[in-house]
């Protein structure tokens, strides 16, 4: 973008002024209206409404301004000439970021300041800025994230254009957020069309300490969109690594943000409060390969390798317990142990979520380990976690999970998820299978436990590995189908990690989805989910 605005700013600026951001109304906090899950109706829990989200502000949130609407296209008018080109140059249509211009001028491929819109913002960061600089406009941006996270307040949005940054942060981590409020939250964004990312692999560590890429400490209302955290590494063993941390946080969304290359675990979310949503987002390569833990055997590498971790204990009082944590549409691949993992008093929601490829050195390789509890934990709520369309595949240990060895039983539901040839590390612990229900302390589930609708195939040892009574129907290895490889259109490892789209959704895949004469289609069972035909189709998509 050319750092020489000349007049033209000055319609940037009239045009803000006089109609604001769109609508003029302010920035508010996304749609997060949800059911509370501690007042389900036990009559009506298997016909649950969890499609929508809320702030435990209020009831209705309004919804965030698009930033498509703050673009303004500030080149020349349609029926003005272009700009000459310069001698021997060639006139033609320009490419701003994904967007092709036809009011302005491009010669030789080189846009002209007339061609391309600006998006507006209260900040700017770009590789080439400058911390001393105003931050104020695009041609006077700040240089480090760290900077923008102390500065921006409540209401701010932080346009970071694309390129690679260097992080000059400490151990610690790029940190110092400010918080945001419901209706003014504070937002750092990915300049439309840009990828920033923020390169962590010239950080210094010491032995038996710590990294972090990101770390979020005690604020709230805020989001994060469209960045990326690439190798924060160990270099020393026993080294803690993590990409982003929010710790002691309420009312945050982490969307469209990819992890990778990080020697522990991607994305941890630890004795949270409120609501918080992650959705889009992706984590892969997560090894410790420098690890000295006794488990399974001394020196063994690859036991804190995750994709998403969380953990809210009992000692948070009430408001862990009304806390709320969604996961949607993010994935998780190429981990040494955890897929999706974590310890909650409160609700946890897992929708369209995908663990692969997990397992790498030591580490076990679970792809979904939902449920379990610690220190004395219990959680009776009458909803305490949905597990809904999503996969498990190719993990050494298995798809699926609570992992509440010992603990009291939870009131889970396991919805239209496919468990497909994970096992392959052993026995050990129930390992080995699709899906894992190891015993807990009680004699019977909880009452309001359902598995259903599920696919278990093709795993290491078997479909199912039931060490105590649970709640189950019309999953595939209830019903006397006979299927095969055959009944899917595709079982690809490599579909998995393909491109997400253009909006930032899951990639639309062959993998998993059934073939039209499979006996799994219309086999299901009603759980509330949307489906088509005669009855719900097992497995994560319904066939249209």
């Not at 950080?203 to 400490?217: D, F, H, L, P």
């Not at 990690?497 to 989805?513: H, K, M, N, V, Y």
Request: glycine fraction near 12%; proline fraction near 6%.
């Amino acid at each position: 973008m050319p750092r020489n605005t000349g007049p033209w700013l000055a319609v940037i600026l009239t045009v803000f002024l006089l109609n604001g951001c769109d609508d003029g109304s302010p920035a508010t906090a996304p749609d997060l209206e949800h059911e509370d899950p501690s007042q389900t109706d036990l009559a009506e829990v298997h016909n649950p409404d969890l499609d929508a989200h809320t702030t435990p502000e209020t009831d209705t949130a309004t919804e965030e301004t698009a930033p498509d609407a703050l673009q303004h296209d500030v080149g020349q008018d349609a029926d003005s000439p272009p700009p000459p080109c310069g001698e021997g140059q060639v006139s033609r249509r320009c490419q701003c970021s994904t967007q092709v211009v036809t009011t302005g001028h491009c010669c030789d491929g080189q846009p002209q300041q007339e061609a391309c819109p600006i998006y507006l913002a209260d900040y700017y960061v770009a590789p080439d800025g400058d911390d001393h600089n105003s931050g104020r406009s695009i041609d006077d941006p700040f240089r480090t994230w760290s900077k923008a996270f102390t500065t921006a307040q409540a209401g701010d949005l932080v346009y970071i254009r694309g390129g690679l940054y260097l992080s000059e942060a400490g151990l610690g981590g790029e940190r110092g957020f400010n918080s945001g409020t419901a209706t003014q939250p504070i937002r750092f964004f990915n300049y439309p069309g840009e990828v920033p990312i923020l390169d962590c692999s010239s950080r210094v560590t010491t032995e038996s300490g710590y990294n972090k890429g990101i770390a979020m400490w005690g604020v709230h209302h805020i989001h994060l969109k469209g960045l990326q955290i690439h190798n924060v590494l160990q270099n020393h063993v026993d080294v803690n690594v993590v990409g982003l941390e929010v710790w002691r946080c309420g009312n945050i969304v982490l969307e469209e943000l990819t992890v990778r290359n990080v020697d522990g675990e991607g994305v941890v979310i630890a004795d949270y409060e409120d609501t918080i949503l992650v959705k889009n987002c992706d984590a892969s390569e997560l090894s410790d390969s420098l690890r000295s833990a006794e488990y399974p055997t001394p020196g063994s590498p690859g036991q804190n390798g995750a994709g998403f971790q969380y953990s809210n204990h009992g000692r948070n009082g009430q408001t862990a317990i009304d806390s709320r944590l969604y996961f949607e549409g993010c994935r998780a691949w190429n981990f040494s142990d955890n897929g999706f993992a974590g310890s909650s008093v409160g609700y946890v929601e897992f929708d369209r979520c995908w663990a692969f490829d997990g397992g790498h050195l030591s580490g076990e390789g679970c792809g979904f380990k939902t449920g379990s509890l610690y220190g004395g934990d219990v959680n009776d709520l009458p909803l305490a976690r949905v597990i809904k369309n999503c996969i498990g595949a190719f993990n050494g240990a298995y798809g699926f999970s609570p992992n509440n060895r010992g603990d009291t039983p939870m009131n889970a539901h396991f919805f239209n998820n496919l468990a497909y040839h994970n096992g392959y590390k052993g026995t050990g612990h129930g390992l080995g299978h699709g899906f894992v229900i190891l015993a807990y302390a009680a004699t019977e589930p909880a009452p309001n436990e359902r598995y259903a609708n599920n696919i278990s195939f093709g795993n290491e040892i078997g479909e199912v590995n039931e060490r105590a009574p649970y709640r189950h129907d019309h999953n595939s290895w209830d019903l006397p189908l006979t299927f095969s490889h055959d009944d899917f259109v595709s079982l690809d490892l490599a579909q998995l990690s393909t491109p997400r789209q253009a909006d930032g959704s899951l990639p639309e895949i062959a993998f998993g989805r059934l073939r039209p004469d499979s006996a799994m289609i219309d086999a299901g069972v009603d759980v509330g989910l949307p489906y088509t035909g005669e009855a719900p189709d097992l497995g994560p998509f319904e066939n249209n």
